[in-house]
């Protein structure tokens, strides 16, 4: 199959590594021409290093470097199959783009975006032929991420789509399927953890470490202030703002004014060596209330918040429930679905811990989604297939 990747990026060269893998014959176009040299470069040494940890074989490098060729001219895609664009998260820049394919490409090609949050449905209207439009969603890194979310658009040919997702999984990954809504399913679901974390932390019942390790003592690998800085305030507080805009400013996902006074400052984490911790002189020390109790009750009030709206994205029809559960544990590595952990704390524990700070806030946010409700009350779990 012959596959174009637009854009020469993390993600873009990414892509294309996982395709040239499966046998693809992989074109990477970037009009950048000095961005495509740093990514032969960078694709070379990510190789190496496979290559030295007898991940591959140095024939199977050379075969994966020989399926891949670079170019700078959008002409020289045309024979492809399958497009999927990967560059900068801009609606009108993406749409340019797709507008400028329709003249290059055939009509029976596949076009499809790696957007993490804009809408496919109007991304695909800027497309000549929208029906073989669609969203397939890449975690960075590609090559190490097992999940990927494929995404129709209220226009995609269906069939086509599920002959892409099959293509996907072809080449080893885990695909869901999610319908096409703000943030899909995996940050649609995640803005919880750092919402509901970060609204702790302003209330002032525990420090960013303390709220770490409370969720981490459940299970999570990392805390929602360690994640946010791995992944850079900048992007995580953007992928938040765009969301609750595209929700029509839903209160369950305002942004919090803690991460936007970081990412304006330029805190953003890691990257900047500061951001919720700092990093200037190495890894940060860390003051965290050993209080167990404290803990319990700032993890327990994130983990309901989760189920809630995991429950949710099942009642809208946003994904199947196996899809749900696949996508959380692959795509953000949560340690077990969120709708299994429902049924694990107990549904009416949810339905009542949900109730308490309804009647405690008065806020929105803390509504008990009605299938929790009606599923506890009726005695029932949630079937997870």
């Not at 070379?44 to 891949?68: C, G, P, V, W, Y």
């Not at 002409?75 to 199959?81: V, W, Y």
């Not at 975006?113 to 496919?120: A, G, K, M, P, W």
């Not at 918040?305 to 029809?317: H, I, P």
């Amino acid at each position: 199959m012959n596959i174009a990747i637009i854009g020469s990026g993390t993600m873009g060269s990414g892509i294309a590594q996982l395709a040239a893998q499966a046998g693809c014959n992989v074109l990477v176009m970037d009009s950048n021409q000095s961005a495509l040299t740093r990514a032969v470069q960078n694709l070379d040494s990510t190789l190496t290093r496979l290559q030295e940890k007898n991940k591959i074989s140095a024939e199977e490098k050379m075969l994966i470097q020989e399926r891949i060729s670079w170019s700078s001219s959008i002409d020289s895609i045309a024979d492809s199959q399958l497009v999927i664009e990967a560059i900068i998260e801009d609606l009108n820049i993406k749409k340019e783009l797709f507008i400028s394919l329709g003249n290059v490409v055939s009509q029976d090609c596949v076009l499809a975006s790696n957007t993490s949050s804009l809408s496919i449905t109007q991304l695909g209207a800027s497309v000549v032929n929208p029906s073989r439009f669609m969203g397939i969603h890449f975690f960075n890194p590609a090559p190490l991420m097992p999940l990927v979310e494929c995404i129709p658009s209220i226009e995609t040919d269906l069939d086509l789509f599920n002959k892409t997702c099959d293509e996907i999984t072809r080449w080893k990954k885990v695909v869901v399927k999610a319908k096409d809504t703000p943030g899909f399913i995996v940050n649609r679901l995640a803005r919880l953890y750092y919402g509901e974390s970060i609204r702790q932390y302003e209330e002032g019942i525990a420090n960013f470490e303390t709220i770490d390790a409370a969720m981490k003592s459940v299970g999570f690998k990392m805390g929602p202030f360690e994640l946010m800085d791995m992944i850079g305030n900048d992007v995580n507080y953007a992928v938040t703002e765009l969301v609750w805009q595209q929700l029509f400013f839903d209160t369950r996902f305002t942004p919090s004014q803690t991460q936007k006074q970081l990412s304006m400052a330029g805190y953003f984490g890691r990257k900047t060596k500061r951001g919720y911790y700092d990093y200037r002189q190495g890894e940060p020390t860390v003051n965290i209330n050993e209080n167990k109790d404290v803990q319990h009750a700032i993890s327990m009030r994130t983990l309901v918040m989760l189920v809630n709206q995991a429950t949710e994205a099942l009642q809208l029809q946003l994904a199947t429930s196996r899809d749900i559960e696949i996508a959380m544990t692959k795509g953000v590595n949560y340690p077990k679905g969120l709708l299994q952990w429902g049924n694990d704390l107990g549904l009416d524990y949810c339905v009542a811990m949900l109730d308490n700070l309804y009647n405690t806030y008065h806020e929105d946010r803390y509504r008990c989604c009605t299938l929790i409700r009606h599923l506890a009350a009726s005695g029932q779990q949630f079937i997870i297939s």
